[in-house]
């Protein structure tokens, strides 16, 4: 398997639970962050994470979702940041459940993550045939807003992702029930 937008990286539907198997990239002690377009509608964020490929130490983590300015780096924070979030010691998929971050459909995006320094270093997922990567070597305490100078960047897709629900239209009548109300 590889890092593919859809399924293991950028915007799901359905949280990836299995190794992607792409080519290693250093995670700790900096920020990355992957680019990708939401699906037609508006979304719900209610999950962000990201494959740690590595036994290695305890070590913080943050994950973002950023603006697109039509350049090669991400651009500036929307909704809030999660910044306290324990990496542990073991490979797999890391995450952060119970969001509610408010997407535009059809709109390009960031989704980042935030290692602290481990000493042995923490590895994770990329392949090639995503929309754009970007490397803040200059974050690597928190994630920045805006994001500031970009150290790397390229057409990578990294093994973060967000999963994404259609937030309900207002008014809405799904799984509503007519009450006192006869049809013949």
């Known amino acids: 398997m590889a890092v593919v937008l859809g399924t293991n990286a950028g915007f799901v539907t359905v949280a990836p639970t299995t190794d992607p198997a792409g080519t290693n990239f250093i995670s700790d002690n900096r920020s990355n962050a992957t680019m990708d377009t939401t699906s037609a509608g508006n979304k719900i964020v209610t999950e962000l994470g990201w494959y740690c490929d590595g036994a290695t ?3 913080n983590f943050e994950v973002g979702i950023y603006t697109d300015s039509g350049g090669t780096i991400p ?3 929307v909704g809030s940041l999660s910044t306290t979030n324990a990496k542990g010691t073991t490979v797999g998929w890391k995450k952060v459940t119970g969001l509610s971050i408010a997407l535009n459909g059809s709109t390009a995006y960031w989704i980042a993550v935030q290692l602290d320094n481990t000493s042995t270093i923490t590895n994770s997922n990329s392949s090639a045939g995503g ?3 970007s490397i803040n070597t200059a974050a690597f305490t928190s994630l920045p807003s805006p994001w500031g100078a970009e150290q790397s960047g390229g ?3 990294y093994s973060i992702y ?3 629900e259609a937030t309900p239209v207002s008014g809405s009548t799904d799984n509503m029930s007519i009450i006192g109300e006869n049809i013949y």
Do not use: P, S, Y
Request: proline letters at 0%; hydrophobic letters at 55%; charged letters at 25%.
């Open 57 to 59: 130490e305890e070590a």
């Open 75 to 77: 651009d500036v924070v």
């Open 131 to 133: 929309a754009g990567n």
């Open 155 to 157: 057409t990578l897709a």
């Open 162 to 164: 967000a999963k994404v």
